[in-house]
């Protein structure tokens, strides 16, 4: 569905690069026309935002679902799909037949597997695979262990002008483990696995890619060593990116405790001391990205002892308002919160949108930052509602979602 | 008929269910001291019964109890099926091998089919740690633990303190419990969840633990547990008076953990010479299954005066029909125990 009529945001504070400004924002033909000092005209439609937040739809780097009633939910007008489906995306077909099913009210970037069957030893067809619509290469849930195979990637995809998003875990240490190894999992006898099986992988991939000179996007960085290693490498200026799911930075390996399987996750849960690691790179911009890592896992998946479950959980209803949450804490501003969930992942991906800019895709929501709401697994708009947040009172609600324009029911 | 209210050690622990006010055995981590004691004390008639010509006992008649296990045992099968039989239950053993299990049925149906045949207990080994409490969740009455994954095995922590009360008893070191006592428990720590059963029991009792393993062996943050961690087992000897010694469970293992069996004794196998280092006295034990010449020599094995390896298996009997008794009360309708479910 195509914008008919513009549409003039009135009475809004917009979420900007600079800042937040009281203002309006006119939306034709699907684009972004004016930001600021719009005013309607004649034959417009007119919005009062009523002094709430007017700010982009979140870009979701990282999901494992399409789901689009969770993604409303959360504001999500764009989701970058992993290669992680049944069967992987690693072949054109599948790629492009991904891209078009969102459409017209959400839209999914889908991830090119970087192997074939996600194996880890054969290079996928990643050049056909970005002609048909994949917006980046990924490793999946899993990590590349060959070094030279991982190089000869970096490489292609370097001269493709593709991102390639790892998952950072050195398979070989993490084996068959379902927790960080520590205290709490040896109290519960879980397989575990020591953190430091993140930042060797980091490490590894850090070098790897600069030789290559390719575009590097960690998906999740969980550890302190982990994001001193990324905190390095941008430093010296090597193009490397990394981001986080809420989780990480809200709970710490304590939440499984009675083995509650909506708190295994991959990455594992980690030591307290990393989460306010992960906190404190947030702050410090460290951290580029925050998604939402969607996978909505029903009871066949979850109702199982711990160390058989399924990792993940639906993140994409709980996703703006953990971030919202670190605005609460005072460790960001609103407007980096919008980076973290806009900006930046539409910049990594290469897409015309998550930010206020004349020209850009008019994919707006209109957010009470306030409103406060308790999240219920059982109520969930998500396939699923494997939320390791059950029951956890929160603030700030999505009141009004426009993707190109045209407003979404929500 | 041993009515449990005549039960001679009734005074030192508070009336009917107070004294145990759980439905399930999950882990050795959900009691106190006084209710492990209280089932210490309980299995004490039917070590006495156990030792009789005429091993039987009506208690649990009419009930059914169901041993699923969903892992590979003997011994503990063995264990429980006997304590079952001995008390009277119609007992029924379901091996997860020849199960709809096999089939793809999930863990949760199989206990709620195991709940509408209605059990009146039901034992559970599992491989997976946290399984037994997931199937408890699901079920109407007592569950017990055989062993999930490398979480925790309560029976035979307490058949271990059981057998180590009689054996201290016996040479008159007639103790409340285990004050005082350093206790050394050597092998795979790792893949054990008998030793962190008995990690948590025996401290709660008064010993120290330490704890012997090559650090591949040996779980990350087991300090936090209260444990002495060591690797060099003469040192962990030094003084001691218990030397438990643990199987290696290669079935457990990925990867390589030692460098081969031979290796592995030469640095952690009881032999009579490292026991030497250990206090004169000092008692052995070995949950078994023993893999001799490997991590405990046959020599140290079979010392009359020192170890006390088949009395373990012994008090195992008494300790699971004390558990079943004491769970299966409220079913029964037991006199403080609260009604009939």
Redesign the interface.
């Known amino acids: 569905m195509k914008q008919v009529r513009p549409l003039t945001i009135l009475n809004g504070r917009l979420v900007t690069h600079g800042g937040i400004a009281d203002g309006a924002i006119r939306l034709v033909d699907g684009t972004i026309e004016t930001v600021g000092d719009a005013t309607a005209q004649d034959g417009d439609d007119t919005v009062d935002a009523g002094g709430k937040l007017v700010a982009p739809g979140l870009v979701d780097l990282g999901v494992f679902a399409i789901d689009k009633p969770a993604f409303h939910f959360g504001g999500i007008t764009r989701a970058a799909l992993m290669p992680d489906q049944s069967p992987p995306l690693d072949l054109p077909s599948r790629v492009s037949y991904i891209a078009k099913s969102g459409k017209p009210d959400l839209w999914v970037h889908p991830l090119a597997a970087a192997t074939r069957g996600l194996a880890g030893r054969e290079i996928a067809e990643i050049a056909l695979m970005r002609d048909a619509g994949a917006r980046a290469v990924a490793t999946g849930r899993g990590w590349i262990a060959d070094s030279g195979t991982m190089l000869r990637l970096l490489q292609y995809a370097a001269m493709l002008d593709m991102v390639v998003i790892t998952h950072a875990e050195d398979a070989a240490l993490t084996?068959?483990a379902v927790a960080t190894?520590?205290?709490?999992?040896?109290?519960?006898?879980?397989?575990?696995a020591?953190a430091e099986a993140e930042a060797i992988a980091i490490a590894r991939d850090i070098a790897l890619a600069e030789l290559a000179g390719a575009r590097l996007h960690f998906r999740q960085v969980t550890t302190h060593a982990g994001l001193e290693l990324v905190r390095a490498a941008k430093a010296r200026g090597a193009p490397v990116t990394c981001g986080v799911t809420p989780a990480h930075f809200m709970l710490s390996d304590l939440a499984t405790v009675?083995?509650r399987t909506f708190a295994r996750l991959s990455p594992p849960l980690r030591a307290e001391s990393d989460r306010q690691a992960v906190r404190e790179a947030i702050a410090d911009g460290t951290i580029d990205v925050v998604a939402s890592g969607h996978d909505p896992r029903g009871?066949?998946d979850k109702?199982?002892?711990?160390?058989?479950a399924e990792p993940g959980m639906a993140g994409a209803e709980t996703l703006l308002v953990m971030v919202l949450s670190l605005v609460r804490d005072e460790m960001i501003d609103l407007a980096r919160a919008f980076d973290l969930l806009c900006s930046a992942p539409a910049r990594i991906l290469g897409v015309e949108a998550g930010i206020l800019q004349v020209g850009k895709e008019a994919d707006i929501a209109i957010i009470d930052p306030a409103k406060p709401w308790i999240i219920q697994s059982a109520k969930m708009a998500a396939t699923a509602g494997n939320t390791p947040f059950d029951g956890q009172p929160t603030q700030g609600r999505v009141t009004a979602l426009y993707k190109g324009g045209v407003p979404i029911d929500l | 008929m041993a009515s449990t209210e005549t039960s001679p050690h009734a005074a030192r622990y508070p009336a009917g269910a107070q004294a145990f006010p759980h439905r399930d055995l999950i882990g050795i981590g959900h009691l106190e001291r006084h209710e492990i004691l209280f089932l210490l004390d309980e299995a004490e008639q039917w070590v006495a019964l156990n030792r009789q010509p005429t091993k039987h006992n009506d208690l649990l008649g009419g009930l059914t109890v169901i041993n699923a296990f969903f892992e590979n045992s003997t011994r503990t099968l063995l264990s429980f099926e006997i304590a079952g039989k001995r008390l009277g239950a119609d007992v029924v053993n379901m091996h997860a091998a020849t199960s709809s299990v096999k089939k793809g049925e999930t863990l949760i149906d199989t206990a709620i089919t195991l709940n509408a045949m209605r059990a009146d207990a039901i034992v559970i080994r599992h491989g997976s740690s946290g399984a037994t409490q997931l199937i408890a969740d699901k079920v109407d009455c007592p569950v017990l633990n055989a062993g999930d994954g490398q979480h925790e095995h309560p029976t035979q922590a307490l058949l271990d303190a059981l057998a180590l009360r009689h054996a201290l008893r016996e040479r008159g070191e007639a103790a409340e419990d285990f004050t005082g006592l350093v206790i050394v428990i050597c092998g795979d720590i790792l893949h054990s969840r008998v030793a962190r059963s008995n990690l948590l029991c025996l401290q709660a009792l008064g010993a120290t633990v330490r704890l012997c393993a090559p650090p591949a062996l040996m779980p990350v943050g087991i300090e936090a547990m209260g444990a002495e961690v060591f690797h060099d087992f003469d040192a962990a000897l030094a003084g001691a008076d218990v030397a438990m010694m643990l199987r290696l469970q290669t079935e457990r293992m990925s990867g390589q953990f030692i460098p081969s069996a031979r290796e592995y004794h030469h640095l952690y196998g009881l032999t009579k010479q490292r026991l030497a280092n250990a206090k004169p006295d000092a008692l052995v034990m070995h949950p078994g299954p023993m893999n001799r010449g490997v991590e405990i020599d046959s020599e140290v094995a079979d010392m009359i005066d020192r170890s006390i390896i088949t009395r373990q298996v012994e008090m195992g009997v008494a300790i699971r029909m004390a558990a079943l008794d004491v769970l299966t009360r409220r079913g029964r309708g037991a006199e403080g125990w609260g009604a009939t479910a």
């Open positions: 084996g068959e190894a520590g205290e709490y999992a040896t109290r519960r006898g879980l397989p575990s020591p009675d083995f009871p066949e109702r199982l002892p711990f160390a058989d």
